[in-house]
C-alpha cells in the first residue's frame, strides 16, 4: 500500500449553535492514497462537507475540530494559519459546488490564477502567464487565451467550473478535494468535468477526494467509497464492493432509492400504470406553437436596442387526461418558461393553450382567468422558498382552497387541509407549524399538497424534486405516483434528471434553446433516440453502476450550450442550413414523425 | 343565517385550533433580540428617559420656564436653592435637618453639637439657623445646575426630550406612512409606473434637505398662523417627515420588487388570489422586518434633524426647549458654563446610542440569513 496522502484519525467536528451543540463529525477515520479517488457519499446534513473543511482548516468560527489530520505525516489540526494556507493553496486544493461564488468577479480569471502562481510557487510574472494559460488549456477551456482576460460573469457554469479545477491544480497538489464538483453542471457539462478529473489523475497522480450525493457520479469516478451517514461512516470499501454487495442498511437504501435510467421501473415501488388507447382518450391540454420571447436590452446607441431572447420557440404538444409528461432539457432551455406559459404565468407569450377542447387559456383573463386556476397548480423546485416563511404550513395549504371555494366553512377548511395533510405524509397535528421547522422534504410535501387540495386535472411540477436528496427524490416521486393514482390528474413533470423523468412519466419530450428536438414514449426515447442532441444527453448521465460505467463509451456533446440569443444556436444540429449572421430569420427546423408517436427535429446525420 | 367569514378569518380560525404549536419568525427574532444585551440595556435605558420625559412634570418643583434669579447660571451642585426657604415651615418642632447659613444641609443633631462649624465662627445655638424644618434634598436642589437666566436644565432637559422624542415618533410615523404607501405602490406595479414614481424620488433627494427646511421655516416664520407654539411644533413634523420618507420608499420598493418574484407569490398568483389578497397576505408580513429596523434607525436621525434646525434658531421656540435648542444655549456658555452643554448633549448621545443599538439588534433578530 502506497503511503498515504491524508490521513485522518478519529476526527470530531462541533458547532457551537443558539440550539445547543451540533456534532457534526464523530471520530471519522480514513486514508486517502497517492493517486486514489475516494468518495464520500452521504445525504445532506451527514457531515461529509465538514469533515474535510476541518480537515484544511476552513471551518466557521462557531465550529471546532479534534482529532488528527495528517497531511503527509505534518499535522493539521491545530497547526499555524501560515503553515495551512501554505498547504491549501498548493497542496491540497479544493473545489466548491458553486463556481460562480467562488471566484472572486472584480478579477480576470486568467489573474486570479496567476495570483495564486505567484503566491505558491515563487515564480515571476511572465512564467507565472504561461504556466496559466497551459493549465487552461489543460482544463479544455476553448480560446484559452481570450478568456484568460475575462471575468468570471462573462463564462458559463461549465466553463467557469473549470477555471476553478485549473486554479486548485495550478500548483500540482497532492490532493484535491471535489466538494460537489458537478452538482449546479449540467449533464453534458458534468460529463466533461469529470472526465477532466480523471485525466488529472491519471496524468498528475492527484488524489481526489470526492464529496458527492450522486450516486452515478460517485460509481464513475471512485476507486473507494466511505458512506457517511449522521457524522459517522456506517461502510466503507472499494467501489465494486459497496455498490454490488452493500453490508449495510443505509448503503442499500441509498442505491434502492437512486434512480436508473436502465432501470425505471424499480421493484419495491409504484410501478407507473400505462396510458391505454391513448389516442382515444380525452385531450386535457392542447398546446399549440406557444411562444415567448423577452425582449433583452444591448448595448449599443443611446438607447441601446433591444433582441427577443427567444426562450420558448413555437413548442406544441397534446397532454392527455391522467398522462404525465417529462419535459427534460439542460439549463435554459426554456422548460421552466413553457411550464409558465402553460400556467399563464409568465408574460409576453403567444400561441394557444387549448382546454379540454373548449377554452384557450392564452385568451382567459382577469377573474374568469383566477376561477380557471384551480384546474391548473404548480409545484415549484425550491420547497422552502416557494412557501411564505411567515405563514403556518396549514394556511399555506388552505389559502388556494379558500380562495377557490369561498362558501367553505372554516372547520370544512381545516378538514380538508388535515385530510390532504394525511395523504401527503404530513401529521395533520403540524397544522400550525412553519417552513423552517421542516426539512426540504417536508416542505415539498407541503407544496404538493397545496397544489393538490383544490383536486387540480393538471399539476406542473417544475423541478420539483431536484433541490432534495435521494432518498427523499424517492419518496416525493412514489407519492406524486401515488396521489396521480387516487386523483386521476395530468402531470407535466419537468426535471435536468433524465433518470427520474424515466421513472414517472409516460412520455418524455427533449427541448433545445426553446423548440423541441424529440418527443416519444418513454421506452421509445430511452432505448432508440433518434436526435444527436438526446443521444449526448442520455449518454452523459453517469450510471449508478461501477463495471457498466468503466465498459461504457460515451457519446460526447462538445462544448457549452450556445447563447440563445444568437439566432444560429437553433440550428446547432442542423448546420447546412444555418446563415453565418447573428442576427438573420433562420430556418426553423421542423419536427417530424420518424415513427408513430415518435417525433423528432431536423438534423444533419451524424 | 351567520355571516360568511372573510378569507383572512377563516385562515385565522384554521391557526386557533388546539394543534401542536409552531415557532413563528416573529417568536425567532423576539428570542433573538432579547438574547441581544447591548439591545435589551437600550431597551431599559430608553424606556427610563421615555418614563422620565413622560412624568417631567411630577419629578421636580421647577417649572421649564421659571426663571431663579438667585441661581443664574448656577453649576450643578446639591446645595439648597435659597428661594425656596421662604416656603418652608418654621414651626416644626423636632427637626431632622437643619439648614445651616452657609447653606450646608447636615442632621440638626450635628447642628446642635458643632454649631460653629456649622453656622460659622461665633455663632451660638439658635443663631443663623435659617429653618428647622425638614427640608428633603430633592426639593431644592439644581442638581443639574441652571441655564444662563436661571431655569433648572434638569428640568428643562425632561421638557427637550419630550419634544425631541415626539418630533422622532411622529415625523417617523409620517416618514413611514407615505414611504410604505408610497413604495409598496411603486415596487407592486412595477414598469413604467414604478420608473416614474422612483425618478420622482432620486429627484426629491437632490434637493439638500436642510436647505429646503430652512425655507420653509423661514418663509413660515412671519404667518401668524405659524406663530403658535403648537403649529409651530406640526410644521417641524411636516418638515422633516416630508424628506424622510424617501428612503423609507426606496427600502419598501426595494423589498416589494424582491418578494413579488418570490415563488410563494408566483404559488399565490397559480391559485388565483387576488392582487390584493396578496399584497395583505404575502408583502406586507414580509416587508415588516427591514422597515422596523429602518423605523428605529430613522427616529435618532429624526432627532438629529430636529435638533440640528433649532440649533440654527429656526426649531421650537423659547420658552419651550428641546435638545437640540439646549445643546445651541450649551455651546454659546461653553466656555463658563460648560455643564449646560454637556449634560443636553450626553443625554441625547445615550438616547441616540440606545436607539441605534436597538436598530441594530433588530436587524440581526429579523434577517433571516442569520437562520
Known sequence: MPEPILQIQDLNVRFKTPDGIVHAVKGATFDIAKGEVVGVVGESGSGKSQMFMAAVGLLSGNGEATGSVKFKGQELIGAPQKLLRTIRGSKASVIFQDPLTSLTPHMKVGQQIVEILTTHKNIGQADAERRALDMLELVRIPEAKRRMQQYPHELSGGMRQRVMIAMATACDPDLLIADEPTTALDVTVQAQVLEIMRDLTRELGTAIALISHDMGVIASMCDRVQVMRYGEFVEAGPVDDIFYAPRHDYTRMLLDAVPRLDQPDKPGHPVLPPIENWWERETLIDVQDVKVHFPIRMSGGLFGKTKPLKAVNGVSFELKKGETLGIVGESGCGKSTLARAVLQLVEPRQGAVVWLGKKDLMKTRGNELRKMRREFQIVFQDPLASLDPRMPIGKSIAEPLITQEPHLAASEVRDRVKDMMKRVGLDPAWINRYPHEFSGGQNQRVGIARAMIVRPQLVICDEAVSALDVSIQRQIVDLLMKLQAEFGMSMMFISHDLSVVRQISHRIMVLYLGRIVELADREEIYENPLHPYTRGLISAVPLPDPQLERSLTRIKLHGDLPSPLDSRAALTFLKSKVIDDPDAEQYVPQLVEAMPGHFVAEHDPV | ?371
Open chain 2, 1 to 371: 343565517m351567520a355571516l360568511p367569514l372573510s378569507q383572512d378569518a377563516k385562515l385565522e380560525a384554521m391557526t386557533a385550533a388546539q394543534e401542536v404549536k409552531g415557532r413563528s419568525l416573529w417568536q425567532d427574532a423576539r428570542r433573538r433580540l432579547f438574547r441581544n444585551k447591548a439591545a435589551v440595556v437600550s431597551m431599559i435605558i430608553l424606556s427610563i428617559i421615555v418614563a422620565l420625559a413622560i412624568l417631567a412634570p411630577s419629578l421636580s418643583r421647577h417649572a421649564y420656564d421659571a426663571q431663579d434669579y438667585n441661581q443664574v447660571g448656577c453649576p450643578p451642585s446639591w446645595a439648597i436653592d435659597m428661594t425656596k426657604l421662604d416656603d418652608l415651615d418654621y414651626a416644626d418642632a423636632n427637626p431632622e435637618a437643619a439648614i445651616c447659613g452657609q447653606g450646608i444641609v447636615m442632621s440638626f443633631e450635628t447642628a446642635l453639637a458643632d454649631w460653629e462649624l456649622a453656622c460659622g465662627e461665633g455663632a451660638s445655638p439658635g443663631d443663623g439657623v435659617v429653618c428647622g424644618a425638614k427640608p428633603t434634598i430633592d426639593d431644592f436642589k439644581h442638581f443639574l445646575g441652571t441655564d444662563a437666566v436661571g431655569r433648572d436644565l434638569w428640568v428643562r432637559i425632561l421638557y427637550g426630550a419630550r419634544v425631541s422624542l415626539s418630533v422622532g415618533v411622529v415625523a417617523t410615523v409620517v416618514a413611514l406612512f407615505i414611504g410604505v404607501l408610497y413604495g409598496a405602490t411603486a415596487g407592486y406595479i412595477g414598469g413604467r409606473v414604478d420608473s416614474v414614481m422612483m425618478r420622482f424620488v432620486d429627484i426629491m433627494y437632490a434637493l439638500p434637505f436642510i436647505f429646503f427646511v430652512i425655507i420653509l421655516m423661514t418663509v413660515t416664520a412671519d404667518i401668524p398662523f405659524f406663530k403658535d407654539p403648537f403649529n409651530r411644533f406640526i410644521l417641524i413634523f411636516a418638515a422633516i417627515g416630508a424628506v424622510e420618507w424617501l428612503t423609507m420608499a426606496r427600502i419598501v420598493r426595494g423589498q416589494t420588487l424582491s418578494i413579488r418574484r418570490k415563488e410563494f407569490v408566483e404559488a399565490a398568483v397559480a391559485a388565483g388570489v387576488s392582487n390584493r389578497a396578496i399584497i395583505v397576505r404575502h408583502v406586507i408580513p414580509n416587508v415588516i422586518g427591514p422597515v422596523i429596523v429602518f423605523v428605529t434607525l430613522t427616529i435618532p436621525s429624526i432627532i438629529l434633524a430636529e435638533s440640528f434646525l433649532s440649533f440654527l434658531g429656526l426649531g421650537v421656540q423659547e420658552p419651550m426647549t428641546s435638545w437640540g435648542v439646549l445643546i445651541s444655549e450649551g455651546a454659546n456658555e461653553m466656555e463658563t458654563k460648560p455643564w449646560m452643554l454637556i449634560f443636553p448633549a450626553l443625554m441625547m448621545a445615550v438616547t441616540l446610542f440606545c436607539f441605534n443599538f436597538i436598530g441594530d439588534g433588530l436587524r440581526d433578530a429579523l434577517d433571516p440569513k442569520d437562520r
